[in-house]
């Protein structure tokens, strides 16, 4: 439920600006600018870190590490950025993995 909450004010933050209006097809996309300043001004999450799964496509996870809630943000290369996934009870420095090269 907190998920879904996080995400609807995200996306009633923004819907008021044009960024919205420009990604209509899918709502939880806009400026990634309007974006990562929402997720920064009402989450403080801040870039935790990206990869690029395609040359078109970058992924990023941005991170409260004091709440704990975390996003998932897939933006392409004119600008638009979309909400992936939300959570809560981000863990950083987890130990690797039984098998992981790392």
Known sequence: ??????????MVAFMFTPSIALAQAEPSCGYRDNIVAGLAEIYGE??????????SIVVEIWV????GTWTI?????SGIACIMVVGEAWIS??????????
């Not at 943000?73 to 290369?77: D, E, G, S, Y």
């Not at 987890?94 to 790392?102: I, M, R, S």
């Open 64 to 67: 409260n590490e004091t709440t």
């Open 1 to 10: 439920m907190l998920n879904f909450l996080k995400t609807l004010t995200v």
């Open 46 to 55: 801040i870039l935790f870190g990206a990869g690029w799964p395609s040359p």
């Open 93 to 102: 420095g987890l130990p690797p993995v039984v098998g992981d090269p790392a």
């Open 73 to 77: 943000l897939r933006t392409n290369t």
